[in-house]
C-alpha cells in the first residue's frame, strides 16, 4: 500500500471570521496529477494559500498530513523546505531584488533546512541555465528585479521554473492558465509535464477544462461551496466543459448527501 | 606614547591645566564638564599652535550664547553637557594597524570584514580614529608620491597649517550652529585629505571612527579638499561599543571642491543604536556640509545610517560653481527605540547646477524616520535642476515615518520635481519569499535591501556588501 504524499481531511478554512472551505477532503499519491475545478468563489485559491501557509487563512478544523508530517503545524517557510510549493496566480513583484538573488536565497534556504551546504555562484548559474531551457526562459530576465514589469506570460513562465528549479515533490498551480495565450500555455505546460515523475504530484487549480488539455491530469475533483461535490477521471473536465458548473450545482446536493 | 611624566611637564608650562587634572591625566581622560580650561587642555593635549587654540575659544565664547535646536522630530532628555568628558586617549598609541584594540577588529570582523584583510584585498588607505586621536593611517608614503596629504585633522594642524586655516570653517563657520559650534571648540581629531591638482587618487580612502571609552564625547573633525581637476572618493565607518549611557558624537565635516574636482563621500554609520528600550546609544548630531566652489564640480554624499540612539544629520551642498552637481543617496535605518531626523540641503547658487536626492527611509520596531531636505535655488541660478525622490518603508505598526520637504525657488527657470511613497512591507511579498522556503526573518531583509538597492549601488562595492550585511543584522528581531 503507498503512502499517500498528501492527506487533508474535514479541512475547514476562513478568512476574516467567513468560513470558506467547510469540510474538504482529498488525499493525493506521489507520481499523481489532480485538478481542481470550480466556479469562482467555490475556494479554489483559499485551498492553496490554506495548503502553503498564508498568515491571513485560519484554519478552524481538520487536518492536513504532508510527507507523514502535520503541516498545519509548519510555517510557510517549513512547508516550502520540505517540498511544497505554489506557483502563484498572481506572483508580486519585489523591487530591487534580482530573480538570481532571489532563487539563490531560496535554493540555499531549502539545502540548509536538508542539512546541506550552499551551493556556490557556479553551480546556481548551471542549475539555471538547465532549468531555463525547459520553460523557454531568457536567464537575462532573472538580473531583473524579481516579476518587475514582465508581462502576465513571462510571469507564469518565471512560476514554473522556479518549480523547476527548487524541485519540490508537490506543486500547486493556483489557476496558472489565467492570462495566458495559448503559446504560454503550452510552455507552461511542457515544463510541468517534464517534471512528471514517481516521486512528485501536482494539483492543478484550474477555472476553464482548457489547461487539462496539456497537463493531463489522472483526476478531476469539482470544488463547490467550499467541499469536493464530485471527483472522476480526466473525462469529467470535458463533461464540466460541456454542461457548465450548474449541472454539478445541482448534483451538489446529492453528491454531499452520499 | 604619552607618559604621565610627560602630561605633568606639559601641565607645568602651561598653568592652566592645575585644576585637578592629576589623577584624570594619568589615564589620559579630560575630567567630565565644560570651560575654557578644558578647551585649553585639548588644544595642549593635541600640541597645537596658538592660532588654533584662539579659534577653539572664539566658539567655545560663542557656544555659550546658543540655544539648542528642538525642531527636529526627535525626543531626548537634556543633554548634561558637564557630565560629558571631552577628551580620551588610549595610553598607548599603537604602532601600526596590528596594535589596534582587537575590540574594533572584532567588530568588524562580525560584519564579515576584516581589518587587515580588506586593507589589503582592496588596497584602502585607512585612518583609524580611536575615541580622541587618530590611532593608525596607512598607505601614507604612497599617497605622498602623489602630493596627496591624508593624514589626522592634528597632524594638518601641525604640518600644513596654510591649508587648514584657509579651509577650515570656510563651508561650515564656527557659529554655524550649535553642534557645530561646540565641536569647533573641543574638536579632538579626524581626518584631513588634500588633492592636488589634476591628481585622482588611486585608491579609496577611509576613516574608521571608534567611540570606546566610558562618558566620552567623540568630536571628530574632518576637511577635505579636490583642487581643480581632482578625484578623491573617501568612506567612513563607525563604530561603538554598548553603554547604558548615552554618548554624544557631534562631528563636523568640510567638503571643498574646487573647479572641474569630484569628491565623493560615503558613510556607514554604525554606532551603538541603545537596547530596545531605548536605554544608551549615541546621539549622533553631525554637521556635514560641501561647497562645489568651481564650475562642473560635483560633490556626492552617500550615507547609510543603521546605528545610533538618535541621529540628527544633514549632509548638504553648496553649488555655486555653474554647472556644478550634488548628490544625496541615503538610507537610514530606525529599529527598535532608534529615532532619525536626517535628509540633505542643496543650495543652487551657480548657473546650471543640478542636484539629485534619494532617500530611503526604513522604520521597525518602534523605530521614528524622518526625512527632513531642503532644496533653494536663489535668483542667480539659471536653470537649476533637482530631483527628490523620498521613499519609506515601515516594517510593523509600531514605528513611523515622516516627511518634510521644504522647497524654495527664487528664479522662475528652476526645475524641482518632488516625488514620495510610504509602503508597509508587503505581506503578500514576505508570503511569496516564505512561499519559496526562505524565512520570514530573511525575507524582511532581502525585501528591504532591494528597496535600498539605487543607493547601495552608489557605494564602493566592497562597502555595498558590508552595507547589506549591516542592514540585515539591524533588522533582526523585527519581525516575528
Known amino acids: 500500500m503507498t503512502t499517500p504524499l498528501i492527506e487533508i481531511k474535514n479541512l475547514h478554512a476562513s478568512v476574516d471570521g467567513q468560513e470558506i472551505l467547510k469540510g474538504l477532503d482529498l488525499t493525493i499519491n506521489a507520481g499523481e496529477v489532480h485538478s481542481i475545478m470550480g466556479p469562482n468563489g467555490s475556494g479554489k485559491s483559499t485551498l492553496a494559500n490554506v495548503l502553503a501557509g498564508k498568515e491571513d487563512y485560519e484554519v478552524t478544523d481538520g487536518s492536513v498530513v504532508f510527507h507523514g508530517k502535520d503541516l498545519l503545524d509548519m510555517d510557510a517557510s517549513e512547508r516550502a523546505c520540505e517540498g511544497l510549493f505554489l506557483a502563484f496566480q498572481y506572483p508580486v513583484e519585489i523591487p530591487g531584488v534580482s530573480g538570481m538573488q532571489f532563487l539563490r536565497a531560496a535554493i540555499n534556504a531549502k539545502r540548509e533546512h536538508h542539512g546541506l551546504e550552499e551551493l556556490d555562484a557556479i553551480n546556481v548559474m548551471k542549475l539555471f541555465r538547465e532549468k531555463a531551457k525547459l520553460v523557454e526562459l531568457d536567464l537575462d530576465m532573472l538580473k531583473r528585479s524579481v516579476n518587475e514589469g514582465f508581462s502576465g506570460g513571462e510571469k507564469k513562465r518565471n512560476e514554473i521554473f522556479q518549480m523547476a528549479v527548487l524541485e519540490p515533490t508537490f506543486s500547486v498551480l493556483d489557476e496558472t492558465d489565467s492570462g495566458l495565450d495559448i503559446d504560454a500555455l503550452r510552455i507552461v505546460a511542457d515544463g510541468v509535464n517534464t517534471m512528471r515523475d514517481p516521486e512528485r504530484a501536482f494539483l492543478v487549480i484550474t477555472h476553464y477544462q482548457r489547461l487539462l488539455n496539456y497537463i493531463v491530469p489522472d483526476f478531476v475533483h469539482v470544488l463547490v461551496d467550499g467541499r469536493i461535490v464530485h471527483s472522476g477521471g480526466k473525462e469529467l473536465a470535458l463533461e464540466l466543459e460541456d454542461k457548465g458548473y450548474a449541472w454539478v450545482d445541482d448534483e451538489a446536493p446529492a453528491a454531499a448527501a452520499k | ?480
Open chain 2, 1 to 480: 606614547m604619552t607618559t604621565t611624566q610627560e602630561i605633568a611637564n606639559l601641565a607645568d608650562a602651561k598653568r592652566e591645566y592645575k585644576y585637578g587634572f592629576t589623577t584624570l591625566i594619568e589615564q589620559d581622560y579630560a575630567p567630565p564638564g565644560l570651560n575654557e580650561d578644558i578647551v585649553r587642555f585639548i588644544s595642549v593635549k593635541k600640541g597645537e599652535p596658538d592660532w588654533m587654540l584662539q579659534q577653539r575659544l572664539k566658539a567655545y565664547r560663542h557656544w555659550l550664547t546658543m540655544e539648542e535646536p528642538e525642531w527636529a522630530f526627535i525626543d531626548y532628555p537634556p543633554i548634561d553637557f558637564q557630565k560629558t568628558s571631552y577628551y580620551a586617549a588610549p595610553k598607548k598609541r599603537p604602532e601600526s594597524l596590528d596594535e589596534v584594540d582587537p575590540e574594533i577588529l572584532e567588530t568588524f570582523e562580525k560584519l564579515g570584514i576584516p581589518l587587515h584583510e580588506r586593507e589589503k584585498l582592496a588596497g584602502v588607505a585607512v585612518d583609524a580614529v580611536f575615541d580622541s586621536v587618530s590611532v593608525a593611517t596607512t598607505f601614507k608614503g604612497k599617497l605622498e608620491e602623489l602630493g596627496i596629504i591624508f593624514c589626522s585633522f592634528g597632524e594638518a594642524v601641525k604640518n600644513h597649517p596654510d591649508l587648514v586655516k584657509k579651509y577650515m570653517g570656510s563651508v561650515v563657520p564656527y557659529s554655524d550652529n550649535y553642534f557645530a559650534t561646540l565641536n569647533s571648540a573641543v574638536f579632538t581629531d579626524g581626518s584631513f585629505v588634500y588633492i592636488p591638482p589634476g591628481v585622482k587618487c588611486p585608491m579609496e580612502l577611509s576613516t574608521y571612527f571608534r567611540i570606546n571609552a566610558e562618558n566620552t564625547g567623540q568630536f571628530e573633525r574632518t576637511l577635505i579638499i579636490a583642487d581643480e581637476g581632482a578625484h578623491v572618493s573617501y568612506l567612513e565607518g563607525c563604530t561603538a561599543p554598548q553603554r547604558d549611557e548615552n554618548q554624544l558624537h557631534a562631528a563636523v565635516v568640510e567638503l571643498v571642491a574646487h573647479k572641474d574636482a569630484t569628491i565623493k563621500y560615503s558613510t556607514i554609520q554604525n554606532w551603538y543604536p541603545g537596547d530596545e528600550n531605548g536605554k544608551g546609544g549615541i546621539y549622533n548630531f553631525v554637521t556635514k556640509r560641501g561647497a562645489c566652489r568651481g564650475d562642473r564640480s560635483r560633490i556626492s554624499w552617500t550615507q547609510v545610517e543603521t546605528g545610533s540612539a538618535i541621529t540628527w544629520k544633514y549632509p548638504s551642498c553648496i553649488l555655486q560653481g555653474d554647472d556644478s552637481v550634488g548628490e544625496f543617496y541615503s538610507v537610514a535605518l530606525t529599529n527598535g527605540r532608534q529615532q532619525a531626523d536626517t535628509g540633505t540641503k542643496m543650495v543652487h547658487i551657480g548657473k546650471n547646477t543640478k542636484s539629485t536626492i534619494i532617500s530611503k527611509g526604513i522604520s521597525a520596531g518602534h523605530g521614528q524616520n524622518a526625512y527632513r531636505g531642503l532644496v533653494k535655488v536663489l535668483p542667480g541660478a539659471e536653470n537649476a535642476r533637482n530631483y527628490t525622490q523620498c521613499d519609506s518603508i515601515l516594517i510593523g505598526d509600531q514605528c513611523g515615518a515622516h516627511t518634510f520637504p521644504y522647497i524654495e525657488s527664487r528664479n522662475p527657470t528652476a526645475s524641482i520635481e518632488h516625488e514620495a511613497s510610504t509602503s508597509k512591507i508587503g505581506e503578500d511579498q514576505l508570503f511569496y519569499c516564505t512561499q519559496r522556503g526562505i524565512s520570514e526573518e530573511d525575507a524582511v531583509s532581502l525585501i528591504v535591501n532591494g528597496f535600498c538597492k539605487e543607493v547601495f549601488n552608489e557605494l564602493p562595492m566592497e562597502f555595498a556588501v558590508e552595507a547589506n550585511k549591516l542592514l540585515s543584522v539591524s533588522l533582526e528581531g523585527s519581525v516575528g
